[in-house]
DNA sequence: ATATGCTCCGTGACCGGTCACGTAAGCCTA
DNA sequence: TAGGCTTACGTGACCGGTCACGGAGCATAT
């Protein structure tokens, strides 16, 4: 005998379940619950202490499959080590959980077609940062909206949150020129770019417009030990320089361990300056000057566009778009 | 006139569609979706291009409901703002997900039984790190199974992944002996114990117990800040201490910044040593040693426990319990 | 007395899949 | 050529809710 004596088949509480116990239908038990009209005070106190003593709860499946809407967004990013985008994780559940919507997260390691494709079964909608050309991923959400972070959405039902960068650095470097700074640098991600074979990241052309004269760069990959390396390699390129933007926080952050280990005093030698304005940028010192990427802010757009995509019945064809100005936060490195 | 002309209704492609297109029934599609067998190879091959022309997507909803299983499992935590947080659901993600599992992610912000409340109603299970008592929040999950990080389980349904502090703390204060470490202090962290009036948090019970002797302890905010001005209150009140632990990482890299503007040598005056093992800890100068609290592993047995609850039909009544035992990582500060 | 209105509640169909069956066609054997 | 077996496919019920109805019961108006 394979199988054992039928144990307690583990029966789930339904609605029919509570509607026999409490001697009413089912629609009367729905009513209740979901605190629609049409019920005496008495009739719905009684089914829901029957939801209580049966331990009730309803079936999110069914209630999504009949209310044919789903209520949970997508939220893809690359990996939450990066506390930027742990930030922005942390901004979104709040922002979203705050308007009643749950967030389901993935990360695109394995790539990031399949993160879409599997999130665009079970959500509404996809919230994403994504680095690969938007024709890759994009026809894996069949028709699921995606909002784009910090790019521009150039396919239809693709929307964005964009980051105007042109300002952002610009207003940064003026900033740093009134501070004195003359000879700029950069240390860019290497990760950043995969899409061709343009001149580095946006960040980069933002930063060499701005600056306006020759400036060197150095391309690093995307981590703490890619920031220490980067400020090493910039210092031998060119001892002169007094400023040195890194591509993110993250690199900024190995930059100022570069400084301190080869004993170049920042800001009094070399200014250093990050992007993204993560908290952690305090837990060093000196602590980080950064170009704050304003999660906040862009939370809470992405979820406006959410908002009215789903408001109207004619999802409208149009991309929506949203546009966030980065602001510089002084700290002590710069 | 409210509402315009009928736009066209944004009806789902179904499996009934696919069906009449393809000229056959709803169960032949099914068989060719789903690789079952009974199908010849032709009309797999016309089915699928029919599904492939239509642009149809199976509703997960539809299937999780007729399947009667869900797939979901819930984490909670306080704030992705602390990268220990970040990178435990990093961790999770990617186990979850690689077991084909989808993950829902809400934080506590706004009460920890709400929180729970509205995870269990969708989720088969909830994993999550929580402060108040179990009493308060177990309830609302209304029988999902919840599996707690770093905590003991002590009510029925609850299950743990529980952390050995005592064998971590005490390996690492033996070799922080053996180093030379003779006066140690702590930095604990205020929030860390709201449950009761007990003599601070386990962290720092296992502490004074390794250390065996009297040791000073000081208590801060769970910040950066905290670990700024706990290292300065500590110096203050004995200034021959040697080494300091702090509650956790974020803490201790104040701690570090706290010393570097203090100008105390770490570790040739102090040791500092965190809690958490954060891939951050390497961003500053020196980097930080820390007691590592092994996400991966944490995730990993956190997801043996789930499929152990979803394997047994009748759902053990048992608790199930893992432990992980947190293991020292060297690095310069210690 | 019937008509009208309101409150309260129940019934059947449906959402989009899956499952347990039933059945027709083709092949083989006796 | 009847019987049995296999293959390929279709049908009705069902998962657990919701929605659009319909109807009973009672009070008030005519």
Redesign the pocket.
Known sequence: MTTGAPSTPP??V???DVARAA??????V?RA??EM????E??RARVMRTVEELG????RF??D????RTHAVGLIVGTFRNPYYAQLADAFVAELRSRDWQVLVSMASQGEADAVRSMASQTDAIIGYFLEPQTNFVPAARGVPIVLLEDQATMPGVHSVELDFRTGISDMVAALRAKGSRRFAMIDASSANPKGTAPGSPRRQFFEAAVGEECIVVTEPESIAGGVDGFRRLLDLDPEIDTVLAFNDLMAMGAVQGAHTLGVDVPGRVRIVGIDGISLGEAISPTLTTLSLETQTVAAQAASILAELFAGEPMPSRSLTRTVTPVPLWRESA
Chains 1, 2 share one sequence.
């Not at 001697?23 to 009367?28: A, C, D, L, N």
């Not at 009730?56 to 079936?59: D, E, F, K, M």
């Not at 499959?65 to 044919?68: A, E, F, G, I, N």
């Open positions: 029966t789930r339904t609605i029919r001697g009413v239908s089912r629609q009367t729905t619950i979901n009209p049409e019920i005496s008495e009739t009730y709860r309803p079936n069914a209630i499959l009949s209310r044919q």
